[in-house]
């Protein structure tokens, strides 16, 4: 079946430092969407992308949707202790209201 | 304010019984969705809802079933529970495709 890659599988950085994660596909999508899960809780958007080279921001997040329409980006500025979470992103297929999600990346901020 | 509620948060079941996992929202979304999460890895598709008497399948359908007979819940049944359905139950809910999902906290379920 339909699968994302999504890399990292896990990260340490310092509290402060810059963090960047990306999913791929093998097929397009029309929309991207990053989430954060933290243990025990349900995943929370952060991020939703529409266009293909679309640039969004949120807070000390930025995320872009690949030209390609097969990638997708997401940076963390300046990381803080509450970054700690496993970050998802999501591929909408096109024509369908079916999303399928990434393996998620760890990300463990140590202050 | 609720917005999505399930029941129970846990529940340990042994093979072969059945139960029901509730999922109710409170904000009048035409989209819900349920998604299994297995340790370490992404949520992966079960089944899905556009409105009211509509379900469709999505990527993992076998040993489970749905029904939708209101906006408001989206049950999801197990009738044969086996040890491969240990996993984390999450229900979404979104007005328009899961552009601006919400999600439930889980339910932790068990087969022993």
């Known amino acids: 079946g339909q699968q994302l890659n999504q890399s990292p599988q896990s990260m340490f950085i310092q509290e402060g430092e810059d963090v960047s994660m990306n999913c791929t596909s093998s097929?397009?999508?029309?929309?991207w969407l990053w989430y954060k899960q933290d243990p025990g809780e349900g995943p929370v958007l952060l991020i939703a992308?529409?266009?293909?080279?679309e640039l969004t921001s949120n807070g000390r997040l930025t995320a872009q949707f690949g030209i390609t329409r097969k990638d997708s980006f997401l940076n963390i500025s300046a990381s803080i202790p509450s970054d700690v979470g496993i970050y998802f992103c999501?591929?909408?297929?096109?024509?369908?209201?079916?999303?399928?999600f990434g393996t998620g990346t760890r990300l463990k901020v140590l202050a | 304010n609720a917005g999505v509620t399930q029941t129970p948060k846990f529940r340990i079941l042994k093979i072969g019984q059945s139960m029901t996992l509730q999922c109710a929202q409170d904000?009048?979304?035409?989209?819900m969705y349920w998604y299994r999460q297995d340790p370490g890895m992404g949520l992966k598709l079960i089944y899905y809802?556009?409105?009211?008497?509509?379900?469709d399948k999505g990527e993992v359908p076998n040993g489970y079933n749905v029904s939708r007979s209101t906006t408001e819940d989206f049950p999801l049944r197990l009738e044969l529970a086996a040890p491969s359905q240990t996993s984390v139950y999450f229900c979404?809910?979104?007005?328009?495709?899961?552009?601006?999902?919400?999600f439930g906290q889980g339910t932790r379920l068990t087969v022993v």
């Open positions: 979404a809910t979104s007005d328009r495709g899961l552009s601006e999902a919400f």
């Open positions: 097929s397009i999508f029309n929309t």
């Open positions: 904000m009048n979304h035409n989209y």
């Open positions: 999501a591929g909408h297929y096109p024509g369908t209201y079916k999303y399928i």
């Open positions: 992308l529409y266009k293909a080279g």
């Open positions: 809802s556009v409105g009211a008497g509509i379900t």
